[in-house]
C-alpha cells in the first residue's frame, strides 16, 4: 500500500547525516507503488528527488518536494552460458550485500567495487568505479520507468554514456528515469584485477600468493576502512570533487613548479591529477569550519566533524575550490549532488 508521508525528516536518509526536511516522502515497495504514486496530485505537481541509500547526496536546505525512496528488492538470474552469466538486481538492493552475494555465487566481475555505500539502483547514475574497475566494465543493462507517464525503457551501456563519474541520467536525462533495476554481465572464470597498485600490496601483506576474488574484496575492504569514514561514525558522501583532467601543456607545467604531483596518464593524451593530493598541498587535511572538515586521512573526503549543517559543508567546499585554484590554477568539480 503506498503511504505518502508528510514534513519528513531526511536524517537518517543521507550518510552526511545532515538534518533536512522534505514536504512529502514516500517508499515504493514495488512497481504498483509508483504507479499508484504517479496518479496522484502531490507526484503531479511536485519536485522530485529519488533517493537510494543517500550516500551521494548533500543537503544544503529544506527539500520542497516529494522524496522518492526506492526500495525495489530482489536478485535474479536472466541468463548464463558456460562462461558468463547475466544478474539482475533490484534498485533498491544494498550494493555492497549484492557484491558479497556475486563473490559467494563465484560470479566475477564486481570485486573490487566493495564496500561502496547505497543502493543498486544509483550505482548507474555515476557511472561508480574504484580499484581499477568501473560498472560500465561489468554492466549489461538497466530497467527504468519514465517518470511523465511510468513507461518502462531499458537502456544498453551505449545508451547510458558512461563516463568518468558521469552518465546521461546526470545530464541529458536528469530526472527523467526512476532506475529499477540493473543487470551485470558477469565472469564464471576469476579473471582478477589488481592493476590498482595498493590491492597487490595489501594481498602481500595479508601473506595470499593464489587470490581469489573472496581475497580481492577483502583487500578492497581493508584499504576502504584505512582511509574512508565509516559514514556510520562521521558523516560523509565519499569523494566530494572529482579528480580533474588537464592538457599534457598544465600537466607539463605543474610538474615543473611540483615536482611531487600526483597524476595519471589518459589515453587522450591528458593527465588525470589526484584532486586529495592538491588539496592536502593546500594545507587542508583536517581543517575545520563551522563543524564541517577536510577529512584528516583523505583530503578528498569532506566530513561532518561536529553536527554541522549542509550550508557549512558546501561553504568548507567552496573554500576548498578557492585554495586549490589559487595555488594551481585547477578548478575542481564537485561530485556529491547538492540538493
Ligand atoms: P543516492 O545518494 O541516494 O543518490 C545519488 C543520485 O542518484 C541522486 O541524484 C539520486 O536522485 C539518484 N538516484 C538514486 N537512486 C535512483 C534511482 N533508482 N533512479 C533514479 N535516480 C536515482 N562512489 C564511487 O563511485 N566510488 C567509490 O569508491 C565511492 N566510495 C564511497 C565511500 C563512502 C564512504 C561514501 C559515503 C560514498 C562513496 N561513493 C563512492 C559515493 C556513493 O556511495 C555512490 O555514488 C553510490 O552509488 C550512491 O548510491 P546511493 O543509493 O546512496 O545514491
Ligand atoms: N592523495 C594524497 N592525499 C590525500 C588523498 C590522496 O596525496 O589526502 C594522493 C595519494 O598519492 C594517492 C592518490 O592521491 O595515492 C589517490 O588516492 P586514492 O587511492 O585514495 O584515490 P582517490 O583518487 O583519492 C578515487 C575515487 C574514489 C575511489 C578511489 C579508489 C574519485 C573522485 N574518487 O579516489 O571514489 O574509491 O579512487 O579507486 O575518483 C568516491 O567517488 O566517492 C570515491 C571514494
Not at 213 to 226: H, T
Not at 268 to 295: R, S
Not at 304 to 316: D, P
Amino acid at each position: 500500500m503506498l503511504d505518502i508521508r508528510n514534513n519528513v525528516s531526511l536524517k537518517p536518509f543521507n550518510t552526511f547525516g545532515i538534518e533536512a526536511f522534505c514536504t512529502h516522502f514516500a517508499e515504493i515497495n514495488s512497481i504498483d507503488d509508483f504507479s499508484a504514486l504517479l496518479k496522484t496530485e502531490i507526484y503531479k505537481t511536485s519536485a522530485k528527488l529519488f533517493l537510494g541509500g543517500g550516500s551521494n547526496l548533500l543537503f544544503t536546505k529544506d527539500f520542497n518536494g516529494l522524496v522518492i525512496k526506492n526500495n525495489l528488492k530482489g536478485i535474479e538470474i536472466v541468463s548464463e552460458n558456460e562462461d558468463e552469466i547475466i544478474v539482475k538486481a533490484a534498485a533498491g538492493e544494498n550494493w555492497h550485500g549484492f557484491v558479497l552475494w556475486c563473490i559467494e555465487q563465484n560470479f566475477c566481475g564486481l570485486e573490487n567495487l566493495s564496500l561502496i555505500p547505497g543502493c543498486v539502483g544509483a550505482s548507474p547514475m555515476q557511472n561508480i568505479g574504484a580499484y581499477g574497475v568501473e560498472i560500465k566494465d561489468v554492466f549489461n543493462s538497466l530497467e527504468a520507468l519514465n517518470t511523465a507517464n511510468g513507461e518502462l525503457r531499458v537502456f544498453n551501456a551505449a545508451e547510458c554514456e558512461f563516463g568518468y563519474r558521469e552518465s546521461v541520467f546526470k545530464t541529458k536525462y536528469k530526472d527523467q528515469f526512476f532506475i529499477i533495476s540493473v543487470s551485470f554481465k558477469l565472469s564464471k572464470h576469476p579473471k582478477l584485477n589488481t592493476t590498482y597498485g595498493a590491492i597487490n600490496s595489501e594481498l602481500e601483506a595479508m601473506k595470499i600468493s593464489n587470490a581469489t576474488i573472496k581475497d580481492v574484496s577483502n583487500a578492497v575492504i581493508a584499504i576502504r576502512q584505512s582511509k574512508l569514514p565509516n559514514p556510520v561514525e562521521t558523516g560523509n558522501a565519499g569523494s566530494f570533487f572529482k579528480n580533474p583532467e588537464v592538457s599534457k601543456e598544465k600537466h607539463e607545467a605543474l610538474k615543473r613548479s611540483f615536482e611531487a604531483l600526483v597524476s595519471y596518464p589518459l589515453p587522450n593524451g591528458n593527465f588525470k591529477l589526484a584532486a586529495g593530493w592538491l588539496i592536502e598541498q593546500c594545507g587542508l587535511k583536517g581543517f575545520e569550519k563551522d563543524g564541517a572538515a577536510v577529512h584528516s586521512k583523505q583530503a578528498l573526503v569532506l566530513i561532518n566533524k561536529n553536527n554541522c549543517t549542509g550550508k557549512a559543508v558546501f561553504e568548507l567546499s567552496g573554500y576548498v575550490l578557492q585554495k586549490v585554484f589559487d595555488k594551481f590554477g585547477v578548478a575542481l568539480e564537485r561530485e556529491v549532488n547538492i540538493i
